[in-house]
């Protein structure tokens, strides 16, 4: 069965995004997999993977039309928290909490980017 967010799960998750609502934030999409906020120059997508029993959350940047992973992101700059990819629900409160501690470097396209040049060496020199 591919995983879907139920509605009991976009309860939680809507709780947990209240911080984006007061930076002026809306919700513009959502389905069975996804919920998309944006403030007309930043997108964040909280989905579970389609085919996987995992869960992301992706930063876009509209005008530029670039997208990062959060979870990427998070892997680096949170080096001390290991986060159990396998329950989709932590995940998602656990990458929410992390926005909204570092907002303004995940808002940051300069950021994500040299953040995930990082993660691209990791993998080329295969430290993960």
Known sequence: ???VINDYEKKLILKNTEFLFKKGFIIIDEDSYCLIYSNGKVKFSIFYERYEEASDISVKFIKENESFSVGWISRIMDKNKQVNYKQKMENIFYLLKFIEQ??????????????????EKLFRDDKF
Do not use: A, G, Q
């Open 1 to 3: 069965m591919m995983p």
């Open 102 to 119: 570092n907002y303004n470097s995940v808002t940051n396209i300069h950021v994500c980017k040299r953040v995930m040049s990082e993660v």
